[in-house]
């Protein structure tokens, strides 16, 4: 069974950093886009950053750009996302997601990929 596992989650205080792991079970994601998204309590899930298998570029949430940060160690079949400066609003659950890359795709759009994890829950303190 394909799952994608995140790790690294937990409280920190505002101004702390945490960094995410994502790494596939099951089977390999040798050319798929990775992504990040996260669903604050009572709103929708929204993107966060998705990066290529090249890891030439990003895709980036503009309001979040300059504080999270996404990159990817294909030897590691992992995915990571460095959160930084953490603010009590950026308290979430965070999931990591994966998309094999077709023409058109839309990748700061949830519904566009094919496999999810279960998501690691990220608490920011005041």
């Known amino acids: 069974q394909v799952q994608l596992v995140e790790s690294g989650g937990g409280l920190v205080q505002t101004g702390g950093s945490l960094r995410l792991s994502c790494a596939p079970s099951g089977r390999s994601f040798s050319g798929y886009v990775m992504g990040w998204f996260r669903q604050p309590p009572g709103k929708e899930r929204e993107f966060v950053a998705a990066?290529?298998?090249?890891?030439?570029?990003?895709y980036d949430s503009d309001s979040l750009k300059g504080r999270f940060t996404i990159s990817r160690d294909n030897a590691k079949n992992t995915v990571y996302l460095q959160m930084n400066n953490l603010k009590p609003e950026d308290t979430a659950v965070y999931y990591c997601a994966a998309r094999f890359p077709r023409y058109g795709d839309n990748y700061y759009y949830a519904g566009q990929y094919d496999y999810w994890g279960q998501g690691t829950q990220v608490t920011v303190s005041s």
């Open positions: 990066i290529p298998w090249t890891g030439g570029y990003t």
